[in-house]
């Protein structure tokens, strides 16, 4: 509830008790005299001395009474609270009542009829007087039946049908007369309350309007708006605020001699009359104008102007708000700037392009022409911010849309749509063979450096192009057919162009369905597991097994991994991959021991997003948990990547998987970037020669010479070596003789499935009738 609400409840709780009491007064009179004359009627029945005591009585109940009333009405009145004083009230009536009622009780007359009538009218007046008088449903309900319980006492003691009757009917009189009371009360608290919420609503109002008034003087005269109001007839100034006095720089003397078209310096009477045409039609919205104003040294500035017209003042007026928005123009100005242009190199940006190339592509269908969309991407730009900062990447992409830009020509339109990526429109082009020298010339002009800070940066570009109609005819198409031209080119080695083919679209399109199938590939159960054997050449057997995945779908075929797994990575599946390959490959190598050996192990690859998942630990843990593989029995291979990363967790997990006896490989050692340093670091057992460099290896010196090192360092630093991609005899004889003792290639066999490698593993001969195979002509 409102403090307003509470203060209006306690108020009419106030007025309600001073009615009481001032009814008080006039109550008692009237009760004084009524019971006067009654009391003398009934001398003529009952001895005159006992209503004398009665009458006593009474004259000292309307004493008490009276003397509550002069409290009530003087300052004592304060130190109680009116709780207290409507008990007070609340008493006195009562004693009043059972005063008035005792007469029926005592002095009730059996022998006479009319004197028994009086007797029941007397009580009967009384409280139907007090409905209305007794504001208060206590005070009336103690009254009214201290007035009514004596008569109806006699009435049913008489034992008579008409008197019991008469009984039962006060009973109903006194019910109604305290539902009637209830009604009275519940309606003066209504209107008593309306009374008072509509002062204070009207106290309100008046409070609003007051400072309504004070507040439009004010705004009127602080605000920086302008406001003018003129003669709609002659358009001359009548009242200005304090606003166009400081805006135009007249004083408002001044302005009683200046018109609207004073002001509005760009209209003239007949514009100006024909832009307020409308409100002189009887239009009651205001007209805008837009324009300029004009100041009294003569400067202008732009302003928006709503202008309306009274006609309940005489003469007509028109009232002008006049608002300077030369800033605003300024930041709509800056907005659209920002919007459409590119922060850091002040070329075109990605929405400006999305824009402005459906009229582009319009322009072309009009008149039949082509264009060319190409797509640009800086070669290794990450490595120029990592390794010098972003202070130099900002700056060398600045000078690439320079550079762009200043081989083109002037209706051709450059956009940076990506960190480093920008986007070329070549119109007019007449043949596609112009957009190739467009592109050659931007190859061959990024082969010279950019100077910065006095340092050479050398970066490249990788181009894709295609050709609006011949490729696509949407703005999305086009580019993402110059996206996959462009991908092609980083592909070959980046550097170079590529325009777009359709042979580009159908790679893309396979991508597509294969990914789509790849999704769910795992719930539909179709991956699985092959084993390739790894052989030891001193002892002539099997001492385990790489584990390998392969694929097979219904729609898409068998997938080879060089292309599924890429995809997983991409489509973010490859941690799940990774821990179903966990799973099987530690649930089949478990089973090896019942074949008599237990000392083969499997070899497992992992990914580097499983490292960056976080959970390879426990997915290593649960696999073998689950299969009761011994930790010493699984080999996990990692690849060059991960030891290049900058964060320590995949060193510091490499070290807590080898310290409980698990064996880390490094695959295709040779094909990336790491160093001595970075091997030495790691946890490493094993290292794994890459099969690119055992291809050839009998007549490739070059091969030879990075086997022959591989090797000395990994005998250097105590680590075995496994051989991949062994085809034929020479290769394991020169790998032989250099203490390569783990063999692994198509020579022993090709990956089998796991009932095939265990018939491996179980043959004794297998290794002498790989050789055998090798000797025996076809």
């Not at 209305?132 to 008569?151: E, G």
């Not at 592509?361 to 990450?382: G, Q």
Request: hydrophobic share 40%; proline share 3%; charged share 25%.
């Amino acid at each position: 509830m409102t403090s307003q609400a509470n203060d209006i409840k306690e108020q009419i709780e106030i007025d309600r008790i001073d009615i009481l009491y001032k009814r008080s007064k006039a109550a008692s009179l009237a009760l004084l005299a009524v019971s006067t004359i009654y009391t003398i009627l009934l001398t003529k029945q009952i001895a005159w001395k006992w209503l004398l005591i009665w009458y006593l009585i009474l004259l000292f109940v309307l004493c008490g009474r009276w003397f509550t009333y002069r409290k009530y009405f003087s300052p004592y009145r304060q130190n109680r609270s009116l709780f207290f004083w409507l008990n007070i009230f609340r008493a006195g009536v009562f004693s009043a009542g059972i005063t008035i009622g005792s007469l029926n009780l005592f002095f009730f007359i059996e022998e006479s009829l009319s004197f028994q009538l009086v007797s029941i009218i007397f009580p009967y007046g009384i409280a139907v007087g007090a409905v209305t008088m007794l504001l208060d449903r206590v005070a009336f309900s103690l009254y009214a039946c201290t007035l009514l319980t004596p008569i109806i006492y006699q009435l049913a003691m008489a034992g008579e049908g008409l008197f019991s009757g008469t009984g039962a009917l006060t009973i109903i009189l006194g019910i109604f007369l305290l539902k009637f009371s209830i009604k009275y009360n519940e309606s003066f608290l209504a209107n008593t309350t309306l009374t008072y919420e509509k002062i204070a609503l009207l106290k309100d109002l008046k409070e609003e309007r007051n400072k309504l008034n004070n507040r439009l003087g004010q705004i009127l005269n602080d605000s920086t708006t302008e406001i003018y109001v003129a003669n709609a007839d002659s358009l001359m100034c009548l009242q200005v605020n304090q606003g166009a006095v400081d805006n135009l720089g007249y004083s408002k003397d001044e302005f009683k001699n200046i018109s609207l078209l004073d002001i509005f310096t760009d209209e003239d009477e007949l514009s100006l009359r024909e832009i307020l045409t409308p409100l002189y039609k009887g239009s009651l919205e205001p007209v805008k104008y837009v324009g300029l104003n004009r100041r009294q040294d003569g400067s202008t500035f732009s302003i928006k102007a709503s202008l309306q017209l009274s006609t309940a003042d005489d003469p007509p007026i028109i009232v002008a708000n006049v608002q300077d928005i030369t800033e605003q123009l300024k930041w709509e100005d800056k907005l659209i700037y920002q919007a459409n242009y590119d922060q850091l190199t002040s070329i075109f940006n990605r929405h400006y392009i999305q824009s402005y190339i459906l009229s582009v592509l319009t322009r072309a269908k009009r008149h039949k022409k082509k264009v060319a969309l190409l797509f640009l991407d800086l070669d290794n730009f990450k490595d120029i911010n990592d390794s010098l900062g972003h202070d130099f990447g900002d700056e060398v992409l600045r000078k690439t849309a320079d550079r762009i830009s200043s081989h083109l020509r002037k209706n051709d339109i450059v956009a940076r749509t990506g960190g480093d990526e920008f986007t070329v429109f070549l119109e007019d082009l007449k043949e596609n063979s112009h957009a190739e020298i467009v592109a050659r010339k931007l190859i061959k002009n990024f082969k010279k450096p950019f100077i910065i800070n006095g340092q050479d940066i050398y970066t490249t570009l990788s181009i894709g192009i295609s050709i609006y109609p011949d490729d696509a005819d949407t703005h999305d198409q086009l580019m993402q057919c110059a996206d996959m031209a462009m991908y092609r080119a980083k592909e070959d080695g980046r550097n170079t162009f590529h325009f777009f083919s359709q042979e580009m679209r159908r790679f893309s399109e396979d991508q597509m369905r294969i990914s789509n199938q790849l999704r769910d590939a795992l719930s539909r159960d179709e991956f699985s597991l092959v084993y390739q054997p790894k052989v030891d050449i001193r002892q002539n057997r099997i001492v385990g097994a790489e584990a390998l995945l392969r694929w097979n779908n219904d729609v898409v075929g068998a997938i080879s991994p060089n292309v599924f797994i890429p995809l997983a990575e991409n489509l973010g599946l490859i941690h799940e991959l990774g821990v179903w390959v966990l799973d099987k490959a530690c649930q089949e190598a478990s089973t090896w021991k019942d074949l008599g050996r237990a000392d083969l192990s499997v070899a497992v690859n992992i990914s580097p997003q499983q490292f960056r998942a976080g959970s390879l630990a426990k997915d290593v843990q649960r696999a073998l948990t689950s299969s009761g593989l011994p930790c010493e029995q699984l080999e996990l291979e990692i690849t060059e990547s991960l030891l290049m990363q900058d964060s320590d967790a995949p060193l510091q997990l490499l070290k807590d998987l080898s310290n409980r006896g698990i064996k880390i490989a490094l695959d295709d050692f040779g094909t990336g970037y790491s160093s001595l340093s970075y091997v030495r670091r790691f946890p490493l057992q094993v290292l794994k020669i890459d099969r690119s460099f055992i291809y050839n290896l009998e007549t490739d010196k070059n091969n030879k010479t990075l086997v022959d090192a591989i090797i000395a360092m990994a005998h250097s630093l105590g680590l075995g070596i496994v051989a991949e991609g062994v085809e034929n005899e020479s290769q394991i004889e020169y790998l032989r003789e250099r203490e390569v003792d783990i063999i692994q290639g198509f020579f022993f066999s090709p990956p089998v499935p796991a009932e095939k490698f265990r018939m491996l593993v179980q043959d004794d001969e297998f290794v002498t009738k790989a050789y055998c195979k090798v000797a025996t002509p076809a």
